[in-house]
């Protein structure tokens, strides 16, 4: 069973920055794209950033030059180091898990969903 830790989130100000990580428990067999989305209130689910096993990062347009994503491979863990702030960030985060064989910013193609984690940016 495919199991998620996810933290991170919280409440920050415009401008302000917060890391999120969640570690994969119970992936076995193909290696795997980690990544994030988010969703906010009454829009759909957006492709945030996603990374490799060879730790090569893709990042949606909303967050590009402002978002890093990692992977430590030995910790099943991928983070979200999330700087400059908007308001527009605000939703909740979701970590994700998809063979690496797929498009990873095509939700259908996730294969695992973490709980998610809730980031509120104030103006």
Do not use: H
């Not at 409440?11 to 990544?35: A, D, H, I």
């Not at 209130?41 to 893709?58: C, D, M, N």
């Not at 308001?87 to 969903?113: G, H, I, K, M, N």
């Amino acid at each position: 069973q495919v199991q998620f830790v996810e933290s991170g989130g919280g409440l920050v100000q415009t401008g302000g920055s917060l890391r999120l990580s969640c570690e994969v428990s119970g992936l076995t067999g193909n290696t795997y794209k980690m990544g994030w989305y988010r969703q906010a209130p009454g829009k759909e689910r957006e492709f945030v950033a996603v990374i490799t096993q060879s730790q090569f990062p893709w990042y949606g347009n909303s967050v590009k030059g402002r978002f890093t994503i990692s992977r430590d491979n030995a910790k099943n863990t991928v983070y979200l180091q999330m700087n400059s702030l908007k308001p527009e960030d605000t939703a909740v985060y979701y970590c994700a898990v998809a063979r690496e064989s797929v498009l990873f910013a095509q939700q259908s193609s996730v294969d695992y969903w973490g709980q998610g984690t809730q980031v509120t940016v104030s103006s």
